[in-house]
């Protein structure tokens, strides 16, 4: 036996036609008046209202570039790195303190939790305030 072969044990049911005359004619089984015996009476869906609710974002937004810095502190660089060596976005990367976002290098920024002992060079990287004045210390 195969799926097309299959058929119901029960009689298929006539589907009532509503409106047309005879036992269901003039309200058609919708009772008398009000929202719900009109015509395009099928209410809003409640996702829909949550969605209007939103607010609406304007103008040309294709390719919007993210200015998302990854964050390092001063302290993990001590840990990390021996005196004199150069911090790049690309050296973070090898030593895993920083991720790729979206596959690409991120742009660095260093912020001044923890101590630095060591005198590191650092390229392509940008600096709190906080974190430029330890530096310039050392």
Known sequence: ?????????????????????????????????????????????????????????????????????????????DKNFKEGEVVTPSSLLEKGLVAKIKGKRPKIKILAKGKLTKKLEFKNCSFSKKAQEEISKL
């Open 1 to 77: 036996m195969q799926l097309h072969q299959l058929k119901p044990k029960h009689q298929r049911k006539n589907k009532k036609r509503v409106g047309r005359g005879g036992k269901r004619g003039t309200y058609s089984g919708r009772g008398n008046k009000g929202q719900l015996s009109r015509a395009g009476n099928s209410l809003q869906p409640l996702v829909k209202q949550y969605i209007k609710k939103y607010p609406k974002l304007r103008g040309y937004r294709f390719n919007v570039i993210n200015k998302e810095f990854e964050i390092v502190n001063l302290g993990e660089l």
